[in-house]
């Protein structure tokens, strides 16, 4: 097979962290408040203006709040748990390794009692109808690492007892997020916003608010956990008074992003952005015989981090061994072309591959890493073929 004449503008489709936005480059962050501290006036405006952003283009309910946090996702996630969980039936949806964690921290760390884990293999969800409304429920709503994500909320009951505590980390401004649904939303910087990491985000409903003011968890909080003070919420939290000292250059970066995003028409064109990238994947996989999506579900297809099996009759006759040394040398091949970074499937997933689709990945460079995929796969099946 000829080599493709032309390459990918940007060879990052890593899933996370992701891509920057189209145009980005280190003058775009020139106006960081470095220097000054998290508590100065302009330092904290810059923190409200994220949030303020945030709640905007993803049209967030207006009794909704919006904090920023220590640790990215996992910090917001794990802060979530510490803080709400215990004081009712906890339900756990796994199907990936995040959620997973989610599963374990619940067990073995919070040590929940009434706690039930639903566990799915990688590319399938659980059973979403044994989800029980009496109880909280802990969820990712796209499985980073397995390329399934849920296809909607309507699993989830409106006259709801329990909390959702939703892990949405590549899934925000990517997906219409059904907020009334969603009681803690959590997600990160550096996955579809495509800035600097170490810091996340949470938002709360009225629900999860009234929960963190009348329930005490019996369980020690280190104080970069805590949103609560003598039972009331810590409101500062919530307007760029963040817990501990947070990267103002990363805040720039995050600025820099969701100004881009409101540009080009806000969530409603990030979320046509991932799922042009994903149409663009979808047609290559059913022209192919070779790869085909890990999720086995159509509406379960991830927009964002879409995972792929190889199904090639020749890979799947090599040992698992060799399988992963197949992909390490096709994956050689675009990385040393400065074709595509990156994107080697989860270490705890199938062996595969995985290409981030989020918005800030232009069409056209995910529809030439399809043709250098072809011509690197054509290449390594020569090389073993020879061998053989």
Not at 196 to 206: Q, Y
Not at 228 to 233: E, F, I, P, Q
Not at 290 to 303: K, V, Y
Request: hydrophobic share 40%; proline share 4%; with cysteine.
């Amino acid at each position: 097979m000829p080599i493709p004449q032309n390459k990918p503008n940007n060879p990052c489709f890593s899933s996370g962290p992701c891509a920057k936005r189209p145009g980005w480059n280190i003058n775009s962050i020139v106006n960081a408040e470095i220097g000054r501290s998290h508590r100065s006036k302009n330092a904290k405006a810059k923190l409200n203006e994220v949030i303020l952003l945030t709640k905007e283009l993803l049209e967030i309910p207006e009794d909704y709040l919006v904090g920023i946090v220590p640790g990215s996702d996992t910090g917001a996630m794990e802060m979530a748990m510490w803080n709400l969980l215990g004081q009712r039936g906890v339900d756990v949806l796994s199907w990936e390794s995040f959620s997973k964690d989610w599963a374990t921290d619940a067990k073995e760390q919070l040590k929940l009692e009434n706690l039930r884990i639903f566990h799915a293999d990688y590319g399938v969800l659980p059973d979403l109808s044994q989800v029980n409304s009496d109880n909280d429920v802990v969820f990712a709503y796209n499985g980073t690492t397995s390329g399934v994500r849920v296809p909607n909320c309507d699993w989830i009951s409106d006259d709801r007892a329990g909390l959702t505590i939703c892990d949405a980390t590549s899934a925000v401004f990517a997906n219409n997020l059904d907020w009334k649904k969603l009681d803690v939303t959590t997600f990160s910087w550096q996955k579809v916003m495509g800035s600097e990491g170490a810091h996340g985000m949470i938002i709360l409903s009225p629900r999860a608010v009234e929960r963190l003011e009348t329930y005490e968890p019996n369980r020690a909080l280190p104080k970069i956990f805590r949103l609560t003070n003598n039972g009331k919420l810590i409101k500062g939290i919530f307007s760029g008074s963040t817990i501990n000292t947070p990267s103002m250059i990363a805040v720039e970066d995050a600025l820099d992003s969701l100004n881009w995003i409101k540009s080009i028409g806000g969530n409603k064109a990030m979320i046509e952005r991932s799922n042009n990238n994903l149409n663009i994947v979808k047609k290559w996989v059913e022209n192919s015989d070779r790869i085909s999506f890990l999720a086995e579900e159509q509406d379960t297809i991830s927009n964002t981090s879409i995972c792929l099996k190889i199904i090639d009759k020749t890979y799947n006759e090599l040992d698992s061994d060799v399988q992963q040394t197949f992909i390490k040398d096709l994956l050689s091949i675009l990385e040393n072309e400065e074709v595509a970074y990156d994107i080697a499937s989860y270490r705890d997933a199938p062996t595969g591959i995985r290409i981030w689709g989020g918005g800030t990945v232009e069409a056209d460079d995910t529809r030439l890493l399809m043709e250098w995929i072809d011509y690197a796969f054509s290449e390594i099946l020569l090389k073993y073929s020879k061998a053989a």
